[in-house]
């Protein structure tokens, strides 16, 4: 079984940074696409920055230059670091991970951690 556990939110103010993190474990081959999504109140839950697991990486485009995804393989951990805030950043953020269980060939199956709450305050 494979778990994912974030770290790292809680209440910051606009314009300043947050740095999230998210850590697998369990028993797996190897972890291709980590990720981070976020739903705020009353939305649908959205992609916020993806990287492959040779570094490529995804944003949205509402968090282009402010947040940088970075993993470390070894680890198994993937990192948001969130800079100049925004009241509009407010949501619960979740990491995923794209597992392969056994072999390098099997299809990937989706991990999801529990969610970890980032509220601006002002």
């Known amino acids: 079984q494979v778990q994912l556990v974030e770290s790292g939110g809680g209440l910051v103010q606009a314009g300043g940074s947050l740095r999230l993190s998210c850590a697998a474990s369990?028993?797996?081959?190897?972890?291709?696409?980590m990720g981070w999504y976020r739903q705020a109140p009353g939305k649908q839950r959205n992609l916020v920055a993806s990287?492959?697991?040779?570094?490529?990486?995804n944003y949205a485009d509402s968090v282009k230059g402010r947040f940088t995804i970075s993993r470390d393989n070894a680890k198994n951990t993937v990192y948001l670091q969130m800079s100049s805030l925004e009241p509009e950043d407010t949501a619960v953020y979740f990491c995923?991970?794209?597992?392969?269980?056994?072999?390098?060939?099997?299809?990937?199956?989706?991990?999801w951690g529990q969610g970890i709450q980032v509220t601006l305050i002002s």
């Open positions: 990287i492959t697991d040779t570094g490529s990486t």
């Open positions: 369990g028993s797996f081959f190897s972890i291709r696409d």
């Open positions: 995923y991970a794209d597992v392969r269980l056994r072999r390098r060939y099997d299809p990937p199956q989706t991990y």
